[in-house]
């Protein structure tokens, strides 16, 4: 504490006297630049002061002394204020550089050439008052002089003559004064030239010589190139000195002082060692009073140190200390006590707590063990496994009847003890004493004592037998479908990459096929969700009979497995494995008492011909099973390039259709129903028709079978009977003849549309008379549902609209059907009209139809109608109406407008 204070008292002081040191130097520096700015003013003002006597001089001398050297002596030698100032003489020199006259007078001089002299060259060059720099005099060798001049100009600004004065520069009358002047005892004052020429210095010997050689004094070098100020430096001597500088103005002389350093800190290193002094008795002052302070602590804190290392041997109430030291003392006993106290609870607790957990582990899987420096068990908790720990009691954990652990993973085990390193997780097995196999996992570090000596390892150890099982059965349900045991998606595609790495290496093919059920679903809608579950089971196992135990297996969810098969010298094997797989399961399933009997629609992908990847190779298999099913199910298709191109479109067209209906890109067209007894118009068809930016003008029969497979068929079925209903009111506002509008409605609309509602909606908002409107209905709405179909149906007609079957005879034909549907018309199918006049089978079943809806009072119309000889034919027959090319093509409503105009009666 003392030398903390001693140290911050002594660190203050340090940085005041250094504070005072600089304030020292600073004011010092202020007082001696003050006085060479003092002395160079005065010097400055008496060399202008003499160079304006001698331009006043110049007034009184006549022009004629000019021409008359006597009149210009005689006036010169009067001139005695100038003398007193230019105690080397006064000049009077003609314009060719003649000396005319001369003040003292010196014989044999007049008429002397000045023109070479330096003073009179440039003045007669400036034309102006001119100051020379400093010479050897030849009146006063070895004393510097100055000469002054002034131009004598007529009134054309003409060099008539030159006054010239010259001066002794240490004179008594200039620069003498100068020398008395002292800065302190040994300080000077000198003036030198930017020349470096010593023209006033208190050593003679210096005068008018370059006694300061670049470098030696910095401060003066600096004073050469414009530098003022004062600073500490080296003489040219070499001595420390405060110096300062200060340059005329009139004649770009530089004044210096310089100080020692020496005589000028003599009063400050004397201040600095009074401070010291007292500093240094003021520091032992204090370490006297700091200690007899601690002096007088420290005795019952040796007391306490005392009793707090004897602690360990004490007992009971001998643990606690009695002293009475007053103040902070008393505080930190009692503080000592209170903490003796509390270490005493906390140990009783400890020991509460370690029996606890010992009588804990006794019940929990979950235990502890000590093993001594050879690694032999000391301490074993084995838990509710309950087996005998006491055979393991001086053993080895590696000399147990372990099992589990390879050898290899022993001696790392080992190695990892003899190096003293914490384990973890290490995992072997053990039997219990009811005879079960359990997992165990083991945790250990090493111990020391207090010398740093290695004593054993103690650890805890867990039963991780239903967590191993756990684990195994959740790593397998992350790549095995639950219901089949087959691999799933993911495990499937590391199988393919597999199989594709290695048939890379061994130049071999790889097959990946698609499976689908056919009517899994009615399957599993009839018998039950268990009942398809268990055929799934089956045609898993009956896959595993089919192919090799190389090959893979997977299920992708519903109803959809794959199969890859791998090392392939050819593909022709491939077809002779998808017919084994159809003949296999084609045999009746025998599932909870009932006989089930299903095919399998399947697609192949070959690499490396079809893909080199899993995602390629099962978007083209699945491609082909696609078109296995749409060749009647129950077959196999190898993918080829037009199913990518047929798909590629596919998408194209389904794209585009998404966004067809908010572009307006649909439009209605319109084919004239004609009756044929009358020969009049009685009705049009609504054609749907698609103009896409990209694809043109789209066939029916291409977007049609998509819009109906996406659902897509749905809002545009709405549009289609909105806007025709609306068309066909506009018609008959317009004045038209009555038209019924036929529009088509498909299964999906009937499926996922409430159809009824659409209808009530779009004659509502049209205000179209609901006998104006007339269905078209195919004749597969009645193959799923057939209860629900007829209740609709009963709805619309109870609307008032018509209903008509399209496609007549194509479909699911059932005359029980046709008279609960109450339909009002049949529609023959173009491709039995088509070849009517030269196809006998053709023309009997037209008979057929017609006759058949005569007979339940049903009107029948033909469409596709082209020439004369299928009409001729058809009014044979008894039909009623007809529709074609031969009547008119398919229109637009203006265009369907003009061809009513033009085909009314009149």
């Known amino acids: 504490m003392a030398a903390v204070f001693v140290a911050f008292v002594g660190t203050l002081a340090l940085l005041g006297l250094r504070h005072f040191q600089g304030e020292f130097r600073n004011s010092l520096y202020n007082q001696q630049y003050t006085l060479v700015s003092a002395l160079a003013a005065s010097i400055d003002e008496k060399l202008l002061m003499t160079q304006k006597a001698l331009i006043a001089s110049t007034r009184h001398l006549p022009r004629a002394a000019l021409a008359d050297p006597e009149l210009a002596q005689q006036h010169l030698d009067r001139m005695a204020a100038l003398h007193s100032i230019f105690d080397n003489g006064l000049s009077l020199i003609s314009p060719d550089g003649s000396l005319i006259a001369e003040s003292p007078y010196k014989p044999d001089r007049r008429g002397r050439n000045m023109s070479f002299r330096e003073f009179f060259q440039v003045t007669a060059a400036i034309r102006k008052p001119y100051i020379s720099e400093p010479y050897i005099s030849t009146y006063s060798p070895g004393r510097p002089s100055l000469v002054m001049t002034i131009p004598l100009l007529d009134e054309r600004g003409e060099l008539r003559g030159i006054l010239q004065g010259s001066l002794d520069l240490l004179g008594r009358n200039f620069l003498a004064n100068l020398k008395q002047i002292k800065v302190g005892d040994t300080g000077y004052i000198f003036i030198t030239d930017l020349n470096r020429t010593m023209i006033m210095h208190p050593d003679p010997v210096r005068i008018m010589k370059q006694t300061i050689r670049p470098g030696q004094n910095p401060l003066y070098d600096r004073s050469l190139v414009g530098f003022d100020g004062s600073g500490r430096t080296l003489t040219s001597q070499g001595e420390p000195a405060f110096s300062s500088f200060k340059r005329l103005s009139a004649t770009n002389w530089i004044l210096g002082a310089n100080y020692p350093v020496a005589e000028a800190e003599a009063p400050l290193r004397q201040a600095q060692t009074y401070f010291f002094l007292a500093l240094a008795a003021a520091t032992c ?200 045991g087959l691999p799933n998606r993911l495990l499937m595609q590391d199988r393919v990459e597999q199989a594709v790495a290695q048939a890379q290496r061994n130049g071999n093919h790889v097959a990946l096929l698609f499976l689908d059920l056919d009517s899994f679903k009615s399957i599993n809608d009839t018998l039950g969700l268990h009942c398809g579950d268990a055929l799934l089971k089956e045609v898993a196992a009956r896959l595993r009979h089919c192919v090799r ?25 491939v077809a002779e494995i998808m017919i084994k797989i159809m003949e296999r399961l084609l045999e009746p399933f025998v599932t909870e008492g009932h006989d089930i009997a299903t095919s399998v629609s399947m697609g192949a992908a070959i690499f490396p011909e079809d893909g080199r990847d899993f995602e390629t190779l099962l978007k083209k298999a699945d491609m082909a099973m696609y ?84 659902g897509l068929i749905v809002p545009i079925g709405q549009w289609v009977l909105f806007e025709a209903c609306r068309q066909a009111m506009a018609w008959r506002q317009a004045g038209l003849p009555p038209l019924t509008m036929a529009v088509n409605f498909s299964a999906v609309q009937f499926k996922r549309g409430d159809v009824q509602q659409s209808v009530i909606r779009a004659l509502e908002e049209s205000g179209l008379p609901p006998a104006l409107l007339e269905l078209e209905l195919t004749e597969s709405i009645l193959i799923q549902d057939v209860e629900g179909v007829l209740a609709s149906l009963q709805g619309l007609k109870q609307l008032g609209v018509k209903l008509s079957i399209d496609d007549f005879g194509t479909g699911y034909s059932s005359l029980a059907y046709l008279k609960r549907l109450d339909i009002d018309r049949l529609k023959i199918d173009r491709t039995f009209v088509r070849d009517l006049a030269t196809d006998p089978e053709d023309a009997a079943i037209v008979r057929a139809i017609i006759q058949m809806a005569h007979s339940l009072n049903l009107r029948t119309i033909a469409e596709g109608v082209e020439t004369e000889d299928m009409l001729a034919q058809l009014r044979i027959f008894g039909c009623d109406e007809a529709q074609g090319y031969l009547f008119a093509r398919p229109m637009p409503a203006l265009e369907l407008e003009r061809y009513l105009t033009r085909v009314a009666p009149g």
């Open 549 to 573: 135990d190389t090959d893979t297996i997977s299920r992708q969810g519903g109803d959809e497995f794959l199969i890859v098969l791998r090392d392939l010298p050819d593909t022709d094997v």
């Open 285 to 484: 002052v204090v370490l006297l009073i700091v200690w007899l302070i601690m002096r007088r602590l420290m005795t019952p804190l040796d007391t306490l140190t005392r009793h707090v290392r004897e602690l360990h041997y004490k007992t009971g109430a001998d643990r606690t200390l009695s002293l009475t030291a007053g103040g902070e003392i008393d505080t930190l006993v009692q503080a000592a006590n209170t903490m003796v106290r509390t270490l005493d609870e906390q140990q009783q607790t400890l020991l509460e707590s370690e029996a606890r957990f010992r009588s804990l582990t006794e019940m929990s899987t979950d235990w502890y063990w000590e093993q001594d420096a050879e690694f032999r068990f000391t301490l074993l908790s084995i838990g509710l496994i309950r087996a005998d720990v006491e055979p393991s009691i001086g053993k080895t954990r590696w000399e147990l009847p372990a099992k589990g652990v390879t050898q290899a993973q022993w001696a790392g085990h080992r190695r990892a003890l003899e190096r003293h390193e914490p384990f973890k997780d290490f995992v072997y097995q053990i039997r219990a004493d009811s005879g079960e196999l359990r997992t165990l996992s083991i945790s250990g570090m090493p111990f020391f004592d207090a010398q740093g000596m290695f004593r054993g390892y103690r650890g805890v150890g867990s039963d991780i037998t239903d967590r191993r099982s756990a684990e195994q059965r959740i790593e397998f349900l992350a790549y095995h479908d639950m219901l089949t």
């Open 627 to 710: 078109r296995a099913k749409e060749a009647g199910r129950n077959t196999y298709r190898f993918f080829d390039e037009v199913m990518n191109a047929d798909a590629v479109g596919h998408l194209q067209l389904l794209g585009g259709l998404r966004r067809a209906l908010e572009r307006h890109e649909f439009t209605l067209h319109y084919q004239p129903q004609t009756d044929l007894a009358s020969g009049k118009v009685i009705g049009v068809e609504a054609l749907l028709r698609w103009q896409n930016p990209e694809l043109g003008m789209v066939e029916p029969g291409r977007f049609i079978p998509v819009a109906e497979e996406s």
